[in-house]
Nanobody, 121 residues
Framework: QVQLVESGGGLVQAGGSLRLSCAAS????????MGWFRQAPGKEREFVAG????????LYAASLKGRFTISRDNAENTGYLEMKSLKPEDTAVYYC??????????????WGQGTQITVSS
């Protein structure tokens, strides 16, 4: 069992940066892949980035690669999403997920409650 809690969201101006954290509890976090998704109002939840259990493999949404960086610290049971050059269209609720691999939300078993990011123009 893995419980996930996101933090680090908030209001930021366009062009700014944020780092999200995903704190995990449970003994199996270090042995499972994790990912980040986001959902804007009226839109489906979309894949942002994924990282393997070891951190050796990463996967990004093509449109976000280069601006977003996923990482993890298994010793701290924490995953991260670094975001730079933020745009108003990045405004969404960002979710941490674990226990899966790939770009579809249905492939992940554990989910956090989400954290809101609002990018003002």
């Amino acid at each position: 069992q893995v419980q996930l809690v996101e933090s680090g969201g908030g209001l930021v101006q366009a062009g700014g940066s944020l780092r999200l954290s995903c704190a995990a509890s449970g003994r199996t976090f270090s042995s499972v892949a994790m990912g980040w998704f986001r959902q804007a109002p009226g839109k489906e939840r979309e894949f942002v980035a994924g990282i393997s259990w070891s951190g050796g493999d990463t996967l990004y949404a093509a449109s976000l690669k280069g601006r977003f960086t996923i990482s993890r610290d298994n010793a701290e049971n924490t995953g991260y999403l670094e975001m730079k050059s933020l745009k108003p269209e990045d405004t969404a609720v960002y979710y941490c997920a674990a226990g899966g691999w790939g770009t579809s939300p249905s492939l992940y078993y554990y989910w956090g409650q989400g954290t809101q990011i609002t990018v003002s123009s």
